[in-house]
């Protein structure tokens, strides 16, 4: 458990930081200090699931429409933006609810990150 005198800054807080974007959530994952929280540790792992299943969802919706007509591709496109936008929002509301001491447990990526965060 990191020493909040030590570093400034809290748990929750270093939990927060982890869902801002996924360097800060692989780096507590790494440094020893900040690596022995297991609140840290589950928000990081939450953060790193939540963001790769984002950028996978992304990566696929924006290739699609290259092999569809004009309309599947708005179809699709429209899709890439509501996958952005809940990602987005899931990542902020996560941050907050952490901040403030609160687990969010997302379902299927909360219980692995839990497993994660216990090893």
Do not use: H
Request: proline content about 6%; glycine content about 4%.
């Amino acid at each position: 458990m990191p020493d909040p005198k030590k570093s400034g800054l809290s748990e929750n807080s270093l939990g927060a930081i982890a869902y801002i974007t996924v360097f800060p959530a692989i780096f507590f994952l790494a440094v020893p200090p900040y690596n022995k929280s297991a609140n840290v540790r589950y928000n990081a792992w939450q953060s790193i699931i939540l963001f790769a299943l984002a950028f996978v969802l992304s990566i696929v919706l924006s290739i699609i429409p290259l092999l569809n007509t004009y309309l599947e591709s708005i179809v699709y496109l429209s899709l890439y933006s509501l996958v952005s936008f809940l990602w987005i929002f899931v990542s902020v509301w996560c941050a907050i609810a952490t901040l403030f001491g609160k687990r969010i447990k997302l379902p299927l990526l909360g219980a692995w990150a839990e497993r994660q965060s216990k090893r």
